[in-house]
Nanobody
Framework: QVQLVESGGGLVQAGDSLRLSCAASGRTFSGHAMGWFRQASGKEREFVAISGSFGSTSYADSVKGRFTISRDNAKNTVYLQMNSLKPEDTAVYYC????????????????WGQGTQVTVSS
């Protein structure tokens, strides 16, 4: 029912900025919570940020003050602005969506994008 496509990943140096985009299908986009998760090689997928349908936001402690999630409901797009990137941020970043209330657990999300690689060099 909902398809997600991430873009904007790449190779950057520590301290640089990057903005990820996630384009979603569906006319009910505004009613979904949209989240970003990441998975480093050999690690479990972890929560990064989420935007609720009424504008609430939540962030993982590791990215607070550096990352900002935003959404444009008219364009069915959610963004993740990443500033002051660190090598520890290197991972595949996934966009996810779920109807209703925001959650920070990956298993609570119904729809996922294919992921986009973010690599931060020292």
């Amino acid at each position: 029912q909902v398809q997600l496509v991430e873009s904007g990943g790449g190779l950057v140096q520590a301290g640089d900025s990057l903005r990820l985009s996630c384009a979603a299908s569906g006319r009910t986009f505004s009613g979904h919570a949209m989240g970003w998760f990441r998975q480093a090689s050999g690690k479990e997928r972890e929560f990064v940020a989420i935007s609720g349908s009424f504008g609430s936001t939540s962030y993982a402690d590791s990215v607070k003050g550096r990352f900002t999630i935003s959404r444009d409901n008219a364009k069915n797009t959610v963004y993740l602005q990443m500033n002051s990137l660190k090598p520890e941020d290197t991972a595949v970043y996934y966009c996810a969506a779920r109807p209703g209330a925001p959650r920070t657990v990956a298993t609570a999300f119904d729809y996922w994008g294919q992921g986009t690689q973010v690599t931060v060099s020292s």
